[in-house]
């Protein structure tokens, strides 16, 4: 397992752009398919709360994870990078990795813990990682929020200026999470859903549809929503 990723270092006094030039640079960033490594595999990163209220579905995400890689298999492959939190302070990343039976052995050995959210150092994570291999996406899979929303949506929007779009998924009802996710989603320019707990149909149609997108950009979302895959319907409607 790598080390922790670091808190987001500080930066220095930059000038501010216009809400005008924002959107008109998000404009041209959406019409951009994902980024791909040179052998045209997608990369992604599945972020997990695993604070202690989140073991039950981390393990239905042990056990569904495999659909992402079943998904992209005939688009072009998918190397996926594990991050999670728990505890006072912990917040690790796995190595990148192509097989789902790599992804469940990683993910077996992990139990959730209690503590706070650490989102942030999870987007500052994606952040840094995009700067060595070519991300296409984030996964994100909670149930809380327990940090200054505006220090989260500074990260998101840096990473929508990047084209990296943030597909939130929560669990439950939490409002505070919820107006969080959906913030971090709409300035990444990804997509917002919510599942039932326990709902592991749910889950495993987002994590198709998220992982179809990061391999194939919107035309794979657009396949797949053609499928009646209700988890790409739901994010395509938010990312048109």
């Excluded at 097989?99 to 994570?125: F, N, W, Y």
Aim: aromatic share 6%; hydrophobic share 40%.
């Amino acid at each position: 397992m790598a080390k922790p990723p670091d808190a987001p270092a500080p930066t220095g006094s930059v000038p501010v752009s216009s809400r005008a030039e924002i959107d008109s640079f998000l404009e041209q960033v959406r019409g951009l398919a994902p980024k791909t490594s040179a052998d045209g595999r997608g990369h992604l990163v599945f972020a997990l709360d695993a604070t202690m209220s989140r073991q039950p579905t981390w393990d239905s995400a042990c056990r569904l994870q495999a659909e992402m890689f079943h998904e992209t298999a005939a688009i072009g492959g998918l190397d996926v990078q594990l991050v999670y939190f728990r505890g006072l302070s912990e917040c690790r990343a796995s190595r990148w990795v192509s097989d789902p039976r790599a992804l469940s052995s990683i993910m077996e050995t992990i139990d959730c813990r209690g503590g706070q959210t650490q989102i942030r150092k999870v987007l500052g994570h994606v952040r840094r990682e995009s700067e060595r291999a070519k991300v296409a996406a984030l996964i994100y899979v909670g149930d809380a929020m327990e940090e200054s929303v505006d220090d989260l949506c500074a990260t998101a929007g840096e990473l929508g200026l990047t084209g990296i779009p943030c597909f939130m998924f929560q669990e439950g009802g939490n409002e505070l999470a919820e107006r969080a996710y959906r913030e971090i989603a709409r300035l990444s320019r990804g997509a917002y859903c919510r599942f039932a707990p326990g709902a592991a149909h749910e889950l495993a149609e987002l994590l198709r549809a998220a992982a179809a997108y990061a391999a194939g950009g919107m035309k794979a979302l657009d396949d797949l929503s053609r499928r009646h895959n209700a988890g790409a319907i739901k994010l395509i409607a938010q990312m048109r």
